[in-house]
């Protein structure tokens, strides 16, 4: 990798990988494009980019001579039922666009995809790599194409596209937004603040999940594997944890004993529903050596200690 580029730069993950590229290879070496204005503790280079619009993107590419894109820009599930339509716009073209720019500049891209190519049909338990995918939310629909979108432009013009499944994600620096696994993180959030949380999905919605560290570690992994290793080029099963609320709830109150947790399930109910409860990434670790480090214990005293940090309430 020598200039690297990050779309959806002010997202969850964008916003902790650029800290980590930045570390890596030189704040000089790393660029940063979101539709959204910087928040101020992003530094380095960043410039708002619609990554539908293909020339914006082939300016930043050309001005600063891009080989590699970590391709993050996307809505996700719960804003993309509301949105439909600029959720296949920005999903499905701007993954587009940077397939196109990908194989008319040579670069490398990381494109993530999700537990959403799943659907009600798929199997809920130890989901394989290779199953049913009948998602009935437009993000997965999205995701299911844009997979299939970038093995074909390995297959045809030999870009060299790579791709993980990521579970929920847990974090404490960019708070997620728009995702049906957005409780994962809100509950940390509520119970340090307000030791109450009204949850939108039950206590028995289990879901595959991972922290941040591990979510950055994945992306990186991939990238550096030999192309040899690298043999799916749909995208990988990855996961870390599976828990359900009722269990992360038991782990808080480790820590906070009178942390209460309330259920509202609404709509997002039926979108977990849709998707696995463990899944099965065992050609992940076979292939480029997949590891996770962070399991539910480790997760939730790391968010706690860090958000208490964060929050001031220490
Ligand atoms: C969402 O909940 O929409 C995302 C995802 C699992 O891809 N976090």
């Given at each position: 990798?020598?200039?690297?580029?990050i779309?959806?730069?002010?997202?969850?993950?964008?916003?902790?990988?650029?800290?980590?590229?930045q570390?890596?290879?030189g704040?000089?070496?790393?660029?940063?494009?979101?539709i959204k204005?910087?928040?101020?503790?992003?530094?380095?280079?960043?410039?708002?980019?619609?990554?539908?619009?293909?020339?914006?993107?082939q300016?930043?590419?050309e001005k600063?001579?891009?080989?590699?894109v970590f391709?993050?820009?996307s809505?996700?599930?719960?804003?993309?039922?509301?949105?439909?339509?600029?959720?296949?716009?920005?999903?499905m073209?701007?993954?587009?666009n940077?397939?196109d720019?990908?194989?008319?500049y040579?670069m490398?891209v990381?494109?993530?995809?999700?537990?959403?190519?799943?659907?009600?049909n798929?199997?809920?338990?130890?989901?394989?790599?290779s199953?049913?995918?009948?998602p009935?939310?437009?993000?997965?629909?999205?995701k299911?194409?844009?997979e299939?979108?970038?093995?074909?432009?390995f297959?045809?013009?030999?870009?060299?596209?790579?791709?993980?499944?990521?579970?929920?994600?847990?974090s404490?620096?960019?708070?997620p937004?728009?995702?049906?696994?957005?409780?994962?993180v809100e509950?940390?959030?509520?119970?340090v603040?307000?030791k109450?949380?009204?949850?939108f999905?039950?206590?028995?919605t289990?879901?595959?999940m991972m922290y941040?560290?591990?979510a950055?570690k994945?992306?990186?992994?991939?990238?550096?594997?030999e192309v040899s290793?690298?043999?799916?080029?749909?995208?990988?099963?990855?996961?870390?944890v599976?828990?359900?609320?009722?269990e992360?709830v038991i782990?808080?109150?480790?820590?906070?004993?009178?942390?209460t947790?309330?259920?509202?399930?609404?709509?997002?109910?039926?979108i977990a529903?849709?998707?696995?409860?463990?899944i099965?990434d065992s050609?992940?670790?076979?292939?480029w050596?997949?590891?996770?480090r962070?399991?539910l214990s480790?997760i939730v005293?790391?968010?706690?200690?860090?958000?208490?940090?964060?929050?001031?309430?220490?």
């Open positions: 990798m020598k200039r690297i580029l779309t959806g730069v002010h997202g969850q993950i964008g916003s902790e990988l650029i800290e980590e590229l570390n890596r290879y704040m000089e070496n790393v660029v940063g494009v979101d204005e910087r928040p101020s503790p992003t530094s380095g280079i960043c410039e708002i980019v619609d990554v539908s619009h293909k020339t914006g993107i300016n930043i590419i600063y001579n891009i080989d590699t391709h993050l820009a809505l996700l599930s719960v804003k993309g039922e509301k949105k439909p339509d600029l959720a296949w716009d920005v999903n073209n701007g993954l587009k940077i397939l720019l990908a194989r008319d040579t490398k990381f494109w993530p995809s999700s537990i959403a190519v799943f659907g009600p798929s199997p809920k338990k130890n989901t394989p790599q199953t049913v995918l009948d009935n939310t437009m993000y997965g629909i999205t299911v194409a844009g299939l979108l970038c093995n074909y432009y297959e045809k013009f030999a870009v060299d596209v790579r791709s993980v499944r990521y579970p929920g994600i847990i404490y620096k960019t708070e937004g728009g995702g049906t696994t957005d409780y994962a509950i940390f959030l509520e119970a603040k307000k109450e949380y009204t949850c999905v039950g206590p028995e289990r879901l595959p941040m560290t591990d950055i994945a992306a990186l992994d991939i990238m550096q594997a290793q690298v043999k799916i080029r749909t995208s990988y099963n990855l996961t870390a599976s828990f359900s609320v009722a992360l782990e808080i109150k480790k820590y906070i004993p009178e942390f947790c309330h259920y509202a399930p609404d709509f997002r109910q039926n529903n849709s998707w696995p409860q463990v099965d050609e992940a670790r076979q292939d050596n997949w590891e996770h962070y399991d480790s005293k790391d968010m706690l200690v860090k958000l208490s940090e964060r929050l001031n309430y220490v």
